[in-house]
């Protein structure tokens, strides 16, 4: 008889809805063989640095190498020479001599190591910061529908965890890796030359450790992929937890925001472990390797001993030999495992270097003139999501200079409209023209430079005041700032600050009221002097005093330009030349508001609705 599941309570339920937030397509496991072509690229980043430092950095890893294989056979000729040589009388001068070399020879491995160490940091360093840079500058280049996927935390992470995560490959891994294969391919013609039985039978083990960790390298690389896969969630919910924390708090959610931190938490510390645990896998795989060869050394040994084909100082060195022999197969196991670690982080950093921005500067694109603002969508299509149009066939002409209201209910389009015009995204169907040319035929940022967008959030930057208005236009001078802060009444409050203009504001200027920073908003736009100029409920958040003194400023802002206005607030809109109303997608009525307010329509409607709750 089967059970009846019990339905899942609300709370449950909403939980669920949380967890599947953080199960991100980018942050998928990637289960797939060594890539080799992204091993080459990864590396292609040393390229200009190796071939300045490279011969240094050869003759550092081949002294002291060379120096450190030397050790053991000397120590060979002061046992069989000087201490238990074969005529029976030992040799003080001669063992003080090799011992004096000895030492010389330490003091070169000594030296060559410290300056091996210096140069490959920084190479390392180098190619980190490049690497870093070149993450960055590509991700500015990304078009809006790249981060409606993804939360902040989870890009952020890629830029810093994951670019760190290969800093000790960079600057250590890499040489690590060539002193230790030139270091066991000298320990085995030694090994031979000195014993060709002793030492093929010390090396039958060999093949034998590598077959068995095979096995385990690429579950290796899944657990670290994981790893990164976890500690990406965890920084996304630490981003959205701490943007939203008033909310959080408003509505007494820390309790409930904590446990499911708690759970990531718990979950990427598993992660960590199990990963963790398969890395320390190979240090014993390798004893246990060594101790047998260690075994066979000393059985066979003693017997060729006994024959006379080795003497007691060479199976002396013969020993040393073989236990320098399984450290850097140690080594390699652990640089195995560093570089999985690696590979996983740089799949994630090159999925992202290798994203292409949606909206691009298309092939001979030329810069648009200057503009003068006329301005025609012909049958415009878009859809955010297959099959889920937010615009069905616009038809809209703008005169160079008009100023258009664009008006309706939430989700009817009006900002999709000014996302097309500043070409966030583009059309799925149609065009949109300026001037007569249609802006997928011109290059994005002569584009973008000849049009402002005033948000109602608007962003403030970690900086002065006077930083964050001249981001309209980096090379004003100071009188033009200021001259742009009088024009949208500013000034006045700016003044009043501790260090006037030279303020200093943290992220997203919360030092500010809303108001102000939508003040600063504007005097921004206006020190920009577009051509085109977008107000997306902009004086939403100015209060009834200050948007009466902004109206006057409004005027000067907006003459001369064609201006896309999309507010509730009637006198923000009354004035407008054209006011477009939308509704699911489409354009629905056109006029002035005298002519809106006589047909009784849509628009009148929402007129009538704002007076009602006035």
Not at 252 to 259: A, D, I, L
Not at 480 to 509: C, Q, S, W
Request: proline fraction near 3%.
């Amino acid at each position: 008889m089967a059970t009846e599941r019990k339905p899942k309570s609300s709370k449950e339920s909403v939980r669920g809805k949380i967890e599947e937030r953080f199960v991100y397509q980018d942050d998928e496991v990637i289960d797939k063989a060594f890539d080799w072509r992204q091993f080459r690229r990864l590396f292609a980043y040393m390229i200009p640095y190796a071939k300045q430092m490279l011969p240094l950095i050869i003759l550092m890893t081949v002294l002291g190498t060379v120096t450190k294989l030397a050790v053991p056979y000397l120590t060979s000729l002061a046992i069989d020479r000087a201490i238990v040589p074969e005529n029976g009388q030992t040799s003080l001068t001669l063992l003080y001599g090799i011992t004096a070399a000895v030492l010389v020879l330490y003091l070169i491995q000594w030296a060559s190591g410290v300056y091996r160490i210096k140069y490959t940091n920084i190479i390392g360093q180098k190619v980190i910061y490049d690497l870093r840079a070149d993450l960055f500058k590509h991700i500015q280049k990304l078009s809006f529908n790249f981060f409606d996927k993804r939360p902040a935390g989870s890009v952020l992470v890629r830029v810093t965890n994951d670019v760190n995560s290969l800093q000790e490959l960079f600057t250590n891994g890499v040489v690590n890796l060539m002193i230790d294969c030139v270091q066991l391919a000298g320990i085995v013609v030694i090994l031979l030359l000195i014993n060709w039985k002793l030492g093929l039978a010390v090396m039958i083990t060999v093949p034998i450790m590598f077959l068995i960790s095979t096995k385990l390298r690429q579950k290796i690389r899944i657990a670290w992929q994981e790893v990164r896969m976890k500690n990406s969630r965890i920084n996304s919910h630490l981003n959205e937890s701490i943007q939203g924390i008033r909310v959080t708090q408003a509505y007494t959610q820390e309790r409930e925001n904590m446990r499911y931190f708690d759970s990531m938490n718990l979950s990427s510390k598993k992660s960590w472990d199990k990963a963790s645990a398969m890395n320390q896998g190979f240090g014993p795989l390798i004893e246990i390797t060594g101790g047998i060869g260690t075994f066979v050394l000393f059985v066979l040994g003693v017997y060729l001993i006994q024959t006379g084909e080795l003497t007691i100082g060479l199976l002396v060195a013969f020993s040393n030999y073989v236990g320098n022999f399984w450290d850097p197969i140690n080594r390699l196991g652990q640089m195995y495992n560093q570089l999985l670690v690696a590979m996983a982080s740089s799949e994630r950093i090159f999925e992202f270097i290798d994203e292409e921005p949606n909206i691009a500067d298309k092939l001979g694109a030329k810069p648009i003139p200057a503009i003068t603002g006329g301005i025609r969508f012909n049958q415009v299509v878009f859809e955010y999501e297959k099959g889920r149009p937010a615009l069905k066939g616009i038809d809209l002409d703008v005169r160079p200079g008009q100023s258009i209201a664009l008006v309706g209910h939430t989700g009817s389009g009006k900002s999709t409209i000014i996302n097309l015009l500043s070409r966030f995204y583009d059309p799925s169907r149609g065009s949109v023209v300026i001037d007569g040319q249609d802006i997928r035929e011109v290059t994005v940022q002569s584009l973008r430079s000849q049009i402002g967008v005033v948000l109602q959030d608007t962003f403030i930057f970690s900086g002065t005041i006077r930083d964050n208005i001249r981001f309209g236009r980096l090379d004003a001078t100071d009188e033009e700032v200021e001259a742009a802060a009088r024009a949208v009444d500013a000034h006045d409050f700016i003044m009043k600050l501790p260090a006037a203009y030279n303020t200093e504001v943290e992220e997203r200027g919360n030092v500010l009221s809303m108001g102000q920073r939508q003040l600063l908003s504007f005097a921004r736009a206006l020190l920009a002097n577009p051509r085109i100029l977008i107000l997306d409920e902009a004086t939403a958040s100015i209060d009834t005093e200050t948007e009466l003194k902004i109206q006057e400023a409004l005027k000067v802002l907006l003459k001369g330009r064609t201006s896309f206005i999309v507010a509730h607030r009637l006198s923000t809109i009354r004035s407008a030349d054209k006011i477009i109303v939308l509704d699911h997608g489409e354009i629905k009525e056109t006029g002035t508001h005298r002519e809106l307010m006589e047909q009784k329509g849509i628009y009148y409607g929402l007129v009538e609705a704002q007076f009602r709750y006035l």
